[in-house]
């Protein structure tokens, strides 16, 4: 039996069926506060400003394709977790999501830890200041050197991923005179509601150690035996853009079932349960994200009431979110080069960037939102493909969306909901540079990642 392609697959140029799309909004110059970061606004003369500065003055000093942040915003929103889990929860933002070395200034001034998967993300923390006792290092495949420069840094915490990754973990550290403080990153069966490629508790994964055979529990035999770890708590992480609470309940019961076992067998209660991150946002106006308080509440109270069914006391609970807080803040701008219509298919509108900025779309079929920001419009509603300027034809940054059908080459678009993962998975295909990072707050803009140049690409081709 044959397998369908998927829908980011081979037929992602299909033309769909009449009447699959949702009417067009009402006013495509309204714009939608759950999907925009909370300081853009149009203006009078129909000008969309971000932290007080109009779009069109930031293009004209920063240039196109370029990521806007808003600063006010993401720190806002930093402030907002740490308040929802208070003193007695760790908030570690993910920083795969997006990270900078103003990134983790603003991390430590709003009272945020930080999580890195390598050394690389590690690296930059450590040069903005983080303290290393706030930094929770991840990933499935850590190097000797990567364990080794964590350790000499002092980071907080290391999460084991393997069988291998315990026995490798110990043996560094006993080599250098530490006793490093772990947690073991488990799966535990849960099917999250997002795509394949970012669905990461389920057993066919490359991720952490199965709950199911034992094998968690095995490896926690493991840990407790060797020297130069001390075991500290679980962690589970079931996935990406996740809306549903039903999936961390499931995980929560699960594994404080393993803390039960723990404590059954070896007479000890690990004080600590970190339940990830994953928590959705608002890429369209369909999309419902929670807030924090609503997420803290909700695993505040699973986590409790398991533990308290199960006699243990309630450990010290951790999350990770990275796009929650830095995916809203930023909207990448373009400029229109061409807009190719296709009497009977479709409309292309070609910007000057694409799958080099946002690989996103192209990778997991995600869905965006886009609006014309340099000008109002009146005119009437066109449906669009908005696509890059790279020689594929999967290179769309969004699928299908409204724009105004007076739309023309010169005029500035914007993709909201840009903060996380575009910059951070960023290439060069086609030798392009990559964009800017531009941090604006209260009238005033500044590049914290600077546009690459030509000058760039050849420093690192040697000939």
């Known amino acids: 039996m044959s397998r369908s392609a998927h829908p980011a697959g081979p037929r992602h140029a299909d033309v769909l069926t009449e009447g699959h799309y949702a009417a067009p909004p009402a006013d495509l110059n309204a714009l939608d506060e759950k999907v925009w970061a909370r300081t853009v606004s149009r203006n009078a003369d129909g000008v969309v400003a971000v932290g007080g500065i109009e779009v ?17 915003d993401f720190r806002a929103r930093c402030r907002a977790w740490a308040d929802a889990f208070g003193r007695d929860a760790d908030v570690f933002y993910a920083g795969k999501a997006f990270l900078s070395r103003a990134v983790v200034r603003w991390l430590q001034e709003e009272g945020l830890n930080l999580d890195v998967c390598s050394g690389g993300e590690l690296t ?16 499935n495949n850590k190097t000797v050197a990567e364990i080794e420069r964590a350790m000499e840094a002092g980071v907080g915490r290391i999460v084991l991923d393997s069988f ?29 509601h997002t795509h394949e490629f970012i669905a990461t508790a389920h057993e066919d994964q490359k991720f952490g150690i199965a709950l199911a055979g034992g094998e968690a529990a095995e490896a926690v035999r493991r840990a407790l035996a060797l020297d130069g770890i001390e075991l500290v708590g679980i962690h589970s992480h079931i996935g990406s853009q996740i809306f549903d609470m039903a999936g961390f309940e499931v995980s929560a019961r699960r594994v404080v079932q393993l803390l039960a076992e723990v404590r059954d067998e070896h007479g000890i209660e690990l004080p600590e349960i970190d ?66 219509h296709l009497e ?8 000057d960037g694409g799958m080099s900025d946002n690989i996103r779309t192209a990778l997991y079929d995600a869905e965006y939102s886009v609006a014309l920001v340099s000008r109002r419009s009146d005119a009437e509603p066109l449906l669009v493909r908005v696509v890059g300027k790279h020689c594929e034809s999967g290179d769309i940054v969004v699928k299908d969306a409204f724009l105004p059908s007076d739309l023309a080459p010169g ?48 420093r690192l081709d040697v000939g």
């Open 56 to 72: 069109t003055r930031l293009a004209e000093e920063f240039g196109t394709p370029a990521y806007f942040l808003d600063e006010s």
């Open 124 to 139: 930059v923390a450590l040069a903005a200041g983080m303290p290393a006792e706030r930094i929770a290092f991840h990933g």
């Open 275 to 340: 339940l990830g991150g994953g928590l959705g946002i608002a890429y369209t106006s369909d999309d419902d994200p929670r807030e924090p308080h609503e997420i803290a509440k909700a695993l505040g109270d699973i986590v409790t009431r398991e533990c308290e069914a199960a006699g243990l006391a309630t450990p010290r609970i951790s999350v990770e979110p990275g796009r929650a807080i830095v995916g809203p803040t930023a909207f990448t701008l373009y400029e229109v080069g061409t807009v190719k």
């Open 344 to 351: 009977g298919l479709r409309t292309y509108v070609s910007v």
């Open 164 to 192: 291998q990754e315990i026995v490798r973990v110990s043996h560094v550290a006993q080599r250098l005179g530490k006793r490093q403080r772990v947690q073991i990153r488990v799966t535990v069966g849960v099917e999250a």
């Open 411 to 458: 005029d500035l678009i914007a993709v909201p909901a840009t903060g996380a993962y575009c910059r951070a998975m960023a290439s060069n295909y086609n030798h392009a540079l990559r964009p800017p990072v531009v941090a604006v707050r209260d009238g005033e803009a500044r590049v914290i990642v600077r546009r690459e140049t030509e000058e760039d690409l050849l």
